[in-house]
Nanobody, 123 residues
Framework: QVQLVESGGGLVQAGGSLRLSCAAS????????MGWFRQAPGKEREFVAA????????YYAALVKGRFTISRDNSKNTAYLQMNSLKPEDTAVYYC????????????????WGQGTQVTVSS
């Protein structure tokens, strides 16, 4: 397993942008699928985006497709989530997660999780 630390969250106005980073420790980062999930107050955690180990397969949730971009830099052991055109409904704690094997949107299949970073979008 890898250890994950998210950063880059904060308060932004609607229509603005943020870039989240997920720094991983361990030598197996480049072999891991990376995912981003979010949890809004009073709601269950939901899938946002996932990227394969070589960045050749990417999935997005319908609610963020076209606005968010997931990427990774294996030389830096870091995954990113670029969030543009943010909406108040994007307000949530954002988590990065890692797993071995195939790309998936299934939260239960990710074995390593960060502590989360708060994103608040004001109207």
């Amino acid at each position: 397993q890898v250890q994950l630390v998210e950063s880059g969250g904060g308060l932004v106005q609607a229509g603005g942008s943020l870039r989240l980073s997920c720094a991983a420790s361990g030598r197996t980062f480049s072999a891991n699928v990376m995912g981003w999930f979010r949890q809004a107050p009073g709601k269950e955690r939901e899938f946002v985006a996932a990227i394969s180990s070589r960045s050749n397969t990417i999935y997005y949730a319908a609610l963020v497709k076209g606005r968010f971009t997931i990427s990774r830099d294996n030389s830096k052991n870091t995954a990113y989530l670029q969030m543009n055109s943010l909406k108040p409904e994007d307000t949530a704690v954002y988590y990065c997660a890692a797993k071995m094997g195939l790309v998936t949107t299934e939260e239960r299949l990710f074995g390593s999780w960060g502590q989360g970073t708060q994103v608040t979008v004001s109207s």
